[in-house]
């Protein structure tokens, strides 16, 4: 039987840097509509989801998804790990496809690529990025990871680090050391070259990680402060407000207008280590 891939985004309204940006105004769509539409795309993903929060801030993110019919869940505000065990539980996946709902310029065909590699290679966890150390080849905010619903399983009994909890899949490849290279086969769906590497964590754990073939991995197109939500509004403004563009059409729109990414160019990525302190109180 053909295993259900469920894609769920995560956000809530009480963002450290940019609170209630899920819900911010993306040429005439929250950006939370735009980053549910786009991961919806995806031709290998089953079913979509939201995983918000059941903190009473995101009481609003849940009654804007009942009132436009995206399927959502509500979970713990700080232990993303349990939020996306608990709605995998709920919608019965076989594969979890990690969002985050500050990425709308999100890629269904990379999207593809992470879902059919774990398919077609028997590897627990991928993902086309991973934090430092590990080099990332894609843009910044059209990060994918997915993982089996078994060994998420495992991960939400046995980890216990915050930043493991916070970071949802930090446990599956902390430490890995990647020893071989082979080169990505193209998707029967979605035609597409990426390279690829994989290997196994301290923890057992069989890891793979696409890269792109050229490095735009200092690109950043994700939104966790004001000048990036501009630079969004002005990426969308010159798509019409449509949101059917894909990732290499802003990479050609961004070369050719590279003023577009001087709006954002001073923003510091947060990186593993970032832990939301109200957590730990």
């Known amino acids: 039987m053909k295993p259900k891939v469920v894609a769920i985004i995560q956000g809530r309204m009480s963002s450290s840097r940019l609170p209630g940006k899920i819900l911010a105004d993306l040429a005439g769509q929250p ?23 059941t903190d009473p801030s995101d ?16 979970g713990s505000l700080y232990d993303v790990l349990d939020r996306y065990y608990q709605a995998a539980k709920e919608t019965k996946a076989d594969i979890i496809v990690r969002i985050t709902a500050d990425c709308p310029v999100m ?30 080849t894609y843009p910044i905010g059209l990060d994918v990871e997915a993982c089996t619903f078994k060994v998420l399983e495992k ?19 902390e430490g890995v050391q990647f020893e071989s290279k082979v080169k ?15 290997g196994i964590s301290p923890r057992g ?39 059917d563009f894909t990732w290499k059409e802003v990479l050609d729109l961004v070369h050719d207008e590279p003023e577009l990414m001087k709006i954002n160019a001073g923003v510091q990525h947060k990186t593993l280590k970032d832990i939301d302190k109200r957590a730990l109180k």
């Not at 966890?125 to 991973?130: A, D, E, T």
Request: charged content about 30%.
């Open 31 to 53: 950006m939370l509509t735009r980053v549910f539409v786009r991961t919806s795309r995806a031709a290998t993903v089953t079913e979509t989801v939201f995983a918000t929060t």
């Open 59 to 74: 009481d609003p993110v849940a009654e804007y998804c009942d009132f436009s019919g995206i399927p959502f869940t509500r």
């Open 107 to 136: 890629d269904p065909a990379l999207i593809d690529d992470v879902v059919n590699t774990i398919l077609d290679g028997e590897y627990d966890f991928v993902c086309n990025r991973l934090p430092p150390p590990w080099q990332r």
């Open 155 to 173: 991960a939400w009994k046995e980890a216990r680090e915050p930043q493991h909890r916070e970071h949802a899949m930090p446990y599956f490849y």
């Open 184 to 198: 990505g086969r193209k998707s029967d769906l979605r035609p597409s070259t990426f390279d690829l590497e994989q």
């Open 205 to 243: 754990f069989c890891v793979a990680l696409l890269h792109h073939p050229t490095d735009f991995g200092d690109y950043r197109w994700t939104v966790d402060t004001p000048e990036d939500l501009e630079f969004m509004r002005q990426v969308y403004a010159r798509f019409d407000g449509r949101d």
